[in-house]
């Protein structure tokens, strides 16, 4: 898939420039400076299926955080999120999940393979096809660090994409069985966020995911508070871990 820039803009010493891949949209930040001087290594930001327009606030402050350590960024919209075509199955296990949930039952394990597994196999070999393209740009060198958004698409990335050397987890999405065995045989750097009171995550869940990482490191990393109160010191440290494994 070719990739076809349709804007830029700069803020704070970061170019931000959205794309196209084929029909996926997709936005990479540069360093301000990085036309200037040898490529840089690069980030991939992972996000919750929400949609790019949505998130990109976040996105966008993780992004300047990177380009500030001398990292490109760059991230694509998710299959079923934003403008792309909705995602039949998927759209019918969120509305299964809302109806236990409401319901105050369990969530099944088939409830949760419906939700995520199809998401994982159309979007990974997206990442693949994306980070093809972002790597044959001047600007963009390696190595590549994959961090955040949903842990079962950067666990399959981990596991079957050589190019990505460390990543950096969030704990507090649904993981299905299938996930955990996948999780045995990943083994590169990981550094693992959690928040310990995460209302819509099962901690257990989250804790015996982290024990089945096959990596010889991997360090987690818990604070207090849900799932939007990460603090900000926890940022640093995973800007810490991508440095000392991308630079």
Same mark, same amino acid.
């Given at each position: 898939?070719a990739?076809?820039?349709?804007? $830029?803009?700069?803020?704070d010493?970061?170019? $931000?420039?959205?794309?196209?891949?084929? $029909?996926?949209?997709?936005?990479?930040?540069?360093? @301000?400076?990085?036309?200037a001087?040898?490529?840089v290594?690069?980030?991939?930001?992972?996000?919750?299926?929400?949609?790019?327009?949505?998130?990109?606030? %976040?996105?966008a +402050?993780?992004?300047?955080h990177?380009?500030?350590?001398?990292?490109?960024?760059?991230?694509?919209?998710?299959?079923?999120?934003?403008?792309?075509?909705r995602?039949?199955? +998927?759209?019918?296990?969120?509305?299964?999940? %809302? %109806?236990?949930?409401?319901?105050?039952?369990?969530?099944?394990?088939?409830?949760?393979?419906?939700l995520?597994?199809?998401?994982?196999?159309?979007? &990974?070999?997206?990442?693949?096809a994306?980070?093809d393209a972002?790597?044959?740009?001047?600007?963009i /060198?390696?190595?590549? @660090?994959?961090?955040? @958004?949903v842990?079962?698409?950067?666990i399959?990335?981990?596991? &079957?994409e050589?190019?990505?050397?460390?990543?950096g987890?969030?704990?507090?999405?649904?993981v299905?069985?299938? +996930?955990?065995e996948?999780?045995?045989?990943?083994?590169?750097?990981?550094?693992?966020?959690?928040?310990?009171?995460?209302?819509?995550?099962?901690?257990?869940?989250?804790?015996?995911?982290?024990d089945?990482?096959?990596?010889? $490191?991997k360090?987690?990393?818990?604070?207090?508070?849900?799932?939007t /109160?990460?603090p900000?010191?926890? /940022?640093?440290?995973?800007?810490q871990?991508f440095?000392r494994h991308?630079?």
């Open positions: 898939m990739l076809h820039f349709t804007s $830029e803009q700069c803020l010493d970061v170019i $931000e420039r959205e794309f196209t891949l084929g $029909e996926i949209p997709g936005i990479l930040w540069t360093p @301000g400076s990085a036309a001087s040898a490529p290594p690069l980030i991939l930001l992972g996000h919750p299926p929400l949609g790019l327009r949505k998130m990109h606030p %976040r996105l +402050t993780r992004a300047r990177a380009a500030a350590d001398g990292f490109a960024a760059a991230t694509i919209e998710l299959p079923g999120s934003g403008d792309r075509p995602l039949a199955a +998927t759209e019918q296990a969120r509305a299964d999940l %809302r %109806r236990v949930m409401e319901a105050g039952e369990p969530v099944s394990d088939e409830i949760i393979d419906a995520v597994l199809p998401l994982v196999d159309q979007a &990974v070999p997206e990442w693949q994306a980070l972002l790597l044959s740009l001047p600007e /060198g390696g190595p590549v @660090g994959y961090s955040g @958004g842990i079962s698409i950067g399959r990335l981990a596991v &079957v050589p190019r990505i050397v460390a990543a987890l969030f704990a507090g999405s649904f299905p069985r299938a +996930t955990f996948e999780a045995r045989q990943v083994t590169i750097p990981l550094h693992v966020l959690l928040q310990w009171d995460d209302e819509g995550n099962d901690r257990q869940a989250a804790l015996d995911l982290f089945a990482f096959g990596s010889k $490191e360090s987690l990393h818990a604070n207090m508070g849900g799932h /109160g990460v900000q010191y926890a /940022g640093d440290a995973a800007a871990f440095t991308l630079k």
